[in-house]
């Protein structure tokens, strides 16, 4: 499941795919989810790991909420690798991607007008397709 999906028609992509409980069944773990982060470019074509803990889909979702043009928003960071998107004024986003130990790309798209309430929605899909288990 998509939790953020940025596309244009040039072929620029950066794609963070929700692919299940990085622990499933251990109570440690079970909360944290694994990702693929996908990017693509005509000078980059690659595939990093994201951990996401609850508190990072809290902290994705209050970001989304004070997002505008000149601000920047990030997801990751703490633990490895980081993806930052900024939005420009005039609606292009900059997007980077940075895994310490294997790669480091900015690229720039011009998403649809309504994809801040589109990540939203997929940012609840992953809620409840994987909802908190550990209280």
Do not use: K
């Amino acid at each position: 499941m998509d939790l953020i999906h940025l596309a244009d028609q040039e072929g620029n992509r950066c794609i963070v795919r929700v692919t299940g409980r990085s622990q499933p069944g251990v109570l440690s773990g079970d909360d944290i989810l694994h990702a693929d982060v996908l990017v693509s470019a005509s000078f980059v074509d690659a595939r990093l790991d994201l951990y996401l803990f609850q508190r990072d889909l809290d902290s994705w979702e209050q970001e989304l909420s004070d997002l505008g043009p000149g601000r920047t928003i990030s997801i990751g960071g703490d633990r490895g690798l980081i993806l930052g998107i900024h939005v420009h004024e005039d609606g292009w986003l900059s997007i980077h991607v940075s895994d310490p130990d294997r790669l480091t790309a900015a690229l720039g798209t011009r998403p649809q007008e309504d994809w801040i309430a589109e990540h939203r929605g997929r940012l609840e899909q992953v809620r409840l397709t994987w909802p908190r288990e550990v209280i």
